[in-house]
């Protein structure tokens, strides 16, 4: 098929750049410069889909964002996109393209029997029927989700990458057309940071579809150029094209989308698919322009139904004739220009048919002087045509328009252009929280009031005159720029000359009646993504729905992703009429952002795979990897979980590095723990007040364990602090907790205790901290040290020193979370790799073995040390634990007040106990609820769970440690444990601490 | 004296120098790692003039109090990083440079309230030049770095991508940012800005 629709000459087509392409698997041909819409267009297809809920034949309707009909599905697999707008998408060289929404075929597709049957499927039809069974929802929503499916998303990877970027600038200007151009150059001449965004792929706006517009004498396109080119030569100004500002948020931060490849045939892969910017604008200029409304008449919806100013975009900008024989019905002046446009390029107009009894206007008048057919008063009643209009009925209108009189007349057609005037896109202003209302002249919501740094030009702002658009433009910009700070004058040009022509005078219709009731015989669509009708709305009213925002609601009018762009006003319109109240206090539901739709991959930008999140490594790390360890996330830190050596698994892996340490020697990569040194004279009475316990008589050169409490009493962090001078301390938190230790104090420090003379400062990543644990640790230290005296006279449990470990300058502390003689060494980071592996190679001859978080866990709890984050969880007080001993009763510290309340002082709360299976080989599952008597089946009353729980080689059994009800007074009692299979474990409370519970091992 | 083939810097393993990737011949950033600075943490009472007196003389240069501001002399600078907090940065790479300065602080600061930490270890530096090195930054991190607002030897607290970040503008000729990370993210850090870079084109120079 050739373009036969493809005018001669003239457009913005490149005709020497011919393109192939294919929809729904035909191939077609069309030009450099077209959209996939006109490109269609000049094939003569109008019918590109199917309706969302009716499956009636839908056609292109419009030339741009506010596309209802033609969403179709693009490319295909991974590189496939549902729902674009056939009217945005830039042809390209192999493009392929299907309609969505129809099953088979678009030409016959099985679901246009809902049209048969929407008799029986009224608004709220869904809500109404498939409420019971209840249970039976998810089933029958997904039936119903199918058949109403817009496009699909694709499966695959993501073969594109995506990106994001901040920005920041004096005057964003949103929308280059007329308005947007002048503000963005009088904006620019201060010498202000400008950032205009046009959606299209070039600047200019309506005027790219107009002919014969005038700027200062010249054409209106050579006015844009030049513009356009002293932008790009200003220092300070950036285009983005392609570009579309999809939200308007708090504080002038405005979200674009930039779409940098999707109009290139074969992207370079260096560059991103799409750019998120996340724009901070000191002032925001909104140009963006009006979009044009429909009638509302009975079978408005038939492929070759278009709105007016669209058929003449495609005229003028695509060369583009959307027929051979045209109707225009309209209620406006503006909209004869598209019929004079037409004719011009040789398009019969088989009638112009206009609800005004008398047209006036300088469009209607060259139309009247070109003699063309103007039937004036009258309605289109009625169409017929399947997949294509064929016919449209033509009545005379009553004189107040509320009804038609006398026989209708019938002319066949192939194109039907209306146009009922144009609403400015507001949407962006709104979104921003500026106000709006409706204007009695215009027929439409204009701006009013702006509630941010928000300025409005041209058509957006109710200015539909080019002239006008101009004037404003170069006012606001100038305007915006010394609102952002800047002083110097625009270097003023004189605003050129145009003319001021507006679509009106009008005449407003919001419904337009037919020869049968509403409702029989055909239907009056109002929003045609959602399939909704005037006879819904009518049906939402009687049904009592009241509220603008509830009848939006009900009828889903405006729910698609198109927002209701065409439907919206006529919907109020209609609303207002039914309710017999104005339309100012019927008012306006929400307009929420995305403008139009985003990828989601534009939000995620290259935060995927690796980059999601930073992965944190120790200096240790490389030689883990080595080494063959597995690894766990704790928090971001990335730790060894254990050292599977060959044919060992997990039970195995840690029974032997668990073994090690009990016997001999283990060394764990202890680098992640926080490390916070604490300096200044209240460094003490600090302490004191952070933990739980008393600070002040702690000697210089010894460590004390500590418990942080929030405010609320619950234990939030434990660690070992070490006294390294009279002001001086070193604050060891948990790995997942670091930051938030930090915080919590600093907290203090700025806002409660700010007469402390203490400050705080993290040496968690200065040190590499490589931790020795096992009988023979003070031998292996011993050979690596030559000036620490390591007797347990000079350095005994709980105690630090400094001197040099493998020649390199290191703090020396005796703590332990193993229950076994234990060295902590802390060196300068930058060692880190050099002395463990000093200490990895000096200990082979005690058969050093390096262990991970597994098996550094089961250490622990067979000497039940708690883990901060497992023991606990934010509801735990030290009292649960046990842990009273820790617990000052002599001086305040930040929780305590909270431990005297009432709820803490309960005998069941749960506390913390050691729990022993009767059968000594069953390991229970960590989260096992605990019961007092197991029934038959759930649910039975829980009194407690599982927190940690492992094979413990050592003793030889399985141990747990778990929170249970009172427990802490129920030690030797048998609770059970019914698990997910069908078993119940018995097992019995016991203390936590199953080994050396005198602490002989980690003192010797 | 402790033997300075021990210490390894956190992009070490990285392989840097083999890591370059000039597409289509351009190269909009050129970075590298500035390793083995001194860095030390100063906390400070800036109404204490006995104390700024006292450090001004041991540095040579009195500290900035302007915020986000940097002063210098050939052999530290100093960065203004809240009301009563700097880092004094040394060049290094001598593992006694931080250190030392934390010394000759820590002795002119005497009893006074106030804190001298050496965090050399806790940090590396990337440096980040060339014609795109600002829009390379500004990918993930939400200051405004135009030269308006964030001229020559300004300095800055902020976030990169996913990480925190101390942001050191030293020249406008290139221009020219150095950035401090914590070493742990430094990995992650230096492999987000090379897929940031890539579609300018990236060189990779040595330190």
Redesign the interface.
Known sequence: MSQRYRLPDGGRIDRTAPLNFRFNGTALRGYVGDTLASALLSNGIHLVGRSFKYHRPRGIFSAGAEEPNALVQLGTGARSDPNMHATQVELIEGLKARSQNCWPSVDFDISAINDRLSRFMPSGFYYKTFMWPAAFWMRYEYIIRHAAGLGTAPTGRDPDYN??????CDVLVVGAGPAGLAAALSAARTGA?VILVEQDAEVGGALLGLAGEKIGGKPALDWVAAARAELVESADVRILTRTTAYGYFDHNFVGLLERLTDHIVDPPA???RHRLW?V?AKQVVLATGAIERPLVFRDNDRPGIMLAGACQTYLNRYAVKAGQKAVLFANNDGAYATANDLAAAGVKIAAIVDTRPNPEGPHSERAESAGLPVLAGHAIVGTTGDKRVRQVRIARLNDDGSAITGEAQEVDCDLLAVSGGWNPAVHLLSQARGKIRFDEERGTFVPMQTEQATHVAGACNGSFGLASCLTEGFATGETAAKAAGLSSKSRRKKTPAASNETFLPARWTWLVPSETPLGRGGKHFVDLQSDVTAADLKLAIREGYRSIEHVKRYTTTGMGTDQGKTGNVNAIGIIADTLDRPIAEVGVTTFRPPYTPVTFGAFAG??VD??L???????MH?WHERAGALFEDVGQ?RRPWYYPRAGEDLHKAVAREVAAVRTSLGVVDASTLGKI?I???DAATFLNRIYTNAWSKLEIGKCRYGLMLGENGMVMDDGVTARLGEYQFLMTTTTGNAAAVLQHMEEFLQTEWTDL?V?L???????ATISLAGPNARRLLSEMTHDIELSPNALPHMAFTEGTVA???ARVFRISFTGEMSYEINV????????WQAVLTAGERYDITPYGTEAMHVLRAEKGYIIVGQETDGSVTPVDLGMDWVVSKKKDFVGRRSLARPDMLKPDRKQLVGLLTDDPQVVLPEGAQLVERALPNPPMPMIGYVTSSYGSPNLGRSIALALVKGGLARKGETIFAPLADGRVVPCTMTDPVFLDPEGERLRG | M??RY?????LA?LGLDGRAQA??GESGVAMSEQP?RGIV?L?VQPDDSEAMAALESALGFALPVEPNTTAASATALAFWLGPDEWWIVTPGPE?ESGPNMAVTLRTALTDR???V???????TCIRISGPRAR?LL???????L?PR?FPSGCCAQSHL???GVVLHLIAEDGPTFELYV????A???W??LE??A??Y?LTITSS
């Not at chain 1, 400062?761 to 040190?767: N, R, Y």
């Not at chain 2, 021990?6 to 956190?10: E, I, K, M």
């Open positions: 990106d994001k970027t901040f920005a920041h940071r260096h560059l991103p996340k901070r290259r935060d690796d980059l999140d930073p992965i944190r490594k120790t200096p490389g830190w040194d300096r200044g004279k003379d400050q400062t993290s040496v968690t990543e200065q040190f020649s390199v300058p300068p980071a930058s060692y880190g790799m050099a002395v | 402790v033997e021990l210490r390894q810097s956190p393993h597409v289509r083995f943490n906390r593992p309230r106030g804190a930490t050496d965090v050399s270890d806790s940090r829009d500004c990918k993930g991190m939400p200051l405004d135009h607002v991508a996913k990480t914590l070493r742990s993210f990995e992650y850090l492999l987000w897929d940031a890539r579609e084109g």
